[in-house]
C-alpha cells in the first residue's frame, strides 16, 4: 500500500479504515497460523533428519553412509580389552589318544651319512595336527526282514521293520536334521543346500525332497513347541517384541516371546491385540512382561516392564538436539540405578529400602524439573478452531511417559529377574531379519509356519546348551527336547 492509498482511506471515514484493519488483521492471523505450521513441519524435518540408530529405535541398517560414530550407552570399564593379567589363555591342546599315528624315521646319519636304521630310538618328539576326515559318501544301511513259513499251521511269518523305515527308499534322520540345520538354522536357501549336499556327500538332493523334509519337522514339532508356549504362559517374567517381515510379497510381523531359556516365534499379518490375541500367550499370561511401550502391550492384565534402551536412546535425543537439560539428567539417574543393581550382592532379590528410596527421590525430582522445562504453550485465541488434542512435544510425551509409569521403568530395581532392557527379545529376532535379507519373502504361510515353529524349538534348543543337529535327529527319531524349567527361569 502506498501513502497516497493510506491517506485516500483514512480521508473516507472511520468505517473505511476500521473495514482495512479487519481485513489485515484477518490476513495477519492467516500468515501467523501459515509461519507456525511451516515452523512445525521445518522442526519435525530436522529431527527426522537427526534421527539415527543411536538416539531412536531406527535400525543401523538405516543410517546409510553417515553413520554415527559408535557410542555404546554403557560406561567404559577399567579393564583394557582381550586377556586379563593373570589369565592362563586357552589353546589346543595335544590329545593323549590320536586318531593316527604317523612315523617318520632317520635312516641315515646328518652328519657323516652312515645308515642308522638298525639303531634303536633314543627318543621322539610329538606334534599333531588337528583336521577332518576326507569327505565322506553317504551311508546305505539295507533293512531286510525275514519271511518264513509255519511248518505246523502253514501261517506265512513276517519279522517287522523298524519304526520309521517305511517305503523301499528313503533318507535317514540324520541326514534330514543335518538338512533341517543347513535350512532353519545356518539360512541356507534351498538350491545352496542342494549345493552342499552335492559337495560334500556327492548326494543330489531335489528341491521338493527338502520341502518334504521342512513339512516333516513341522509336523513332529507340533507338541514339543506347544510345550514350550505353554511354558512361557507359566514364566514368570517373559520378552516380547515383533518385526515387520513379507509373507507372498506382503507386509506381515513377526512375534516372539523369550525367556533365556525358551524361545517362541508366530508370524501374523497384524502387530497388535488381535494378533496377540491369536497367539495366545499375553492373554493367559500372569507373570511380568518386558516389552518396549508398544500400546497393545499395555491392554493385557499382568505387570509390565519397559525396555529402557529405548528410553535411553529417547533421552540421548532430546539432549543432543532439543539441549533438553532434565534428559541428560535422568540418562544418568537410570545408569546409575543399573550399576548399583548390577554391584548388589549376590543372592538378593531387590535393590535395599534406602537405596530404593533414593533413586525414586531422583528420578521424581528429575521429573519435575523436566515440566519446569517444558512448561505447557499459552493458548492462542483464534476464530478457526482445529478438531482433536492440541499437539504435545516429544519432551512432555516422554515426561509424562516417565511419571505415569514409573513402577515399569524401574521395575529392574524392585526385582532382579527383571531385565533392564528387552535385549533378550531383541537378540531371537535378529536373526530372523538376517532371513529376510537372505530370502526377501516367505513364499507361502505353510512355509512361514514351518520355519517359525522349527526356529522356536533350535532357538531353545541352543539357550539349553545343547546340539542343534542331535537334538532335531532325536526329534525325527521320536525323542524331542522338551526343557525343564526351574522357577527362577
Not at 72 to 84: D, H, I, T, W
Not at 192 to 203: G, L, Y
Not at 394 to 409: G, H, S, T, V, W
Request: proline letters at 6%; glycine letters at 6%.
Amino acid at each position: 500500500m502506498t501513502p497516497e492509498e493510506a491517506l485516500a482511506i483514512y480521508h473516507a471515514g472511520p468505517e473505511a479504515v476500521v473495514k482495512v484493519l479487519l481485513a489485515f488483521s484477518a490476513e495477519l492471523e492467516l500468515l501467523r497460523e501459515q509461519v507456525e505450521t511451516l515452523q512445525i513441519q521445518v522442526k519435525t524435518l530436522q529431527d527426522q533428519i537427526a534421527k539415527n540408530s543411536r538416539n531412536s529405535s531406527k535400525p543401523p541398517s538405516s543410517d546409510g553412509f553417515n553413520k554415527p560414530a559408535p557410542r555404546s550407552l554403557r560406561k567404559r570399564g577399567k579393564r583394557k580389552p582381550g586377556g586379563q593379567f593373570g589369565h592362563s589363555g586357552q589353546t589346543l591342546n595335544q590329545v593323549k589318544k590320536p586318531d593316527h599315528i604317523i612315523v617318520h624315521p632317520v635312516e641315515q646319519c646328518q652328519h657323516c651319512g652312515r645308515s642308522i636304521v638298525d639303531q634303536p630310538v633314543s627318543d621322539c618328539q610329538k606334534r599333531q595336527v588337528f583336521d577332518i576326515p576326507p569327505l565322506p559318501e553317504i551311508e546305505v544301511t539295507e533293512h531286510q526282514v525275514e519271511i518264513k513259513e509255519c511248518p505246523h499251521c502253514k501261517h506265512v511269518n513276517k519279522a517287522e521293520f523298524p519304526k520309521g523305515v517305511k517305503a523301499p527308499v528313503q533318507y535317514g534322520s540324520r541326514l534330514k536334521a543335518l538338512a533341517v540345520y543347513l535350512m532353519d538354522y545356518q539360512l541356507l536357501p534351498y538350491q545352496r543346500t542342494r549345493e552342499f549336499f552335492a559337495d560334500i556327500f556327492s548326494q543330489e538332493i531335489s528341491e521338493g525332497t527338502l520341502v518334504n523334509i521342512s513339512n516333516a519337522c513341522f509336523n513332529i514339532l507340533d507338541d514339543p513347541v506347544e510345550q514350550i508356549r505353554q511354558k512361557l504362559i507359566t514364566s514368570p517374567v517373559v520378552n516380547f517384541d515383533e518385526t515387520g517381515t513379507s509373507l507372498n510379497g506382503k507386509g506381515h510381523w513377526l512375534h516372539v516371546a523369550s525367556t533365556p531359556s525358551l524361545t517362541y516365534y508366530q508370524i501374523h499379518k497384524k502387530r497388535g491385540s488381535e494378533a496377540m490375541d491369536d497367539i495366545g500367550i499375553l492373554p493367559c499370561f500372569g507373570g511380568r512382561a518386558i516389552h518396549d511401550f508398544w500400546k497393545p502391550y499395555l491392554s493385557y492384565d499382568c505387570r509390565h516392564g519397559f525396555c529402557n534402551s529405548h528410553l535411553l536412546r529417547e533421552l540421548i535425543f532430546l539432549h543432543e538436539q532439543q539441549q533438553q537439560h532434565w534428559a541428560k539428567e535422568m540418562l544418568d539417574c537410570l545408569r546409575k540405578t543399573k550399576k548399583a543393581v548390577d554391584k548388589f550382592p549376590l543372592g538378593n532379590i531387590c535393590l535395599s529400602d534406602t537405596l530404593a528410596r533414593k533413586f525414586e527421590k531422583l528420578y521424581s525430582e528429575i521429573i519435575d524439573e523436566g515440566y519446569a522445562e517444558n512448561p505447557m504453550p499459552e493458548k492462542i485465541l483464534t476464530t478457526k478452531k482445529k478438531r482433536g488434542r492440541p499437539k504435545r512435544s516429544k519432551a512432555i510425551n516422554l515426561l509424562d511417559r516417565f511419571r505415569d509409569y514409573k513402577k515399569e521403568i524401574l521395575a529392574f530395581m524392585y526385582d532382579f529377574a527383571v531385565p533392564f532392557d528387552n535385549n533378550l527379545a531383541e537378540r531371537d529376532l535378529r536373526m530372523m531379519k538376517t532371513q529376510q535379507k537372505i530370502s526377501g519373502t516367505f513364499r507361502s504361510t505353510n512355509g512361514a509356519d514351518a520355519f517359525c515353529r522349527i526356529r522356536s524349538y533350535i532357538s531353545t534348543v541352543r539357550k539349553n546348551s545343547e546340539n542343534v543337529i542331535e537334538s532335531i535327529h532325536n526329534a525325527f527319531a521320536g525323542r524331542p527336547f522338551i526343557p525343564v524349567i526351574c522357577s527362577n527361569c
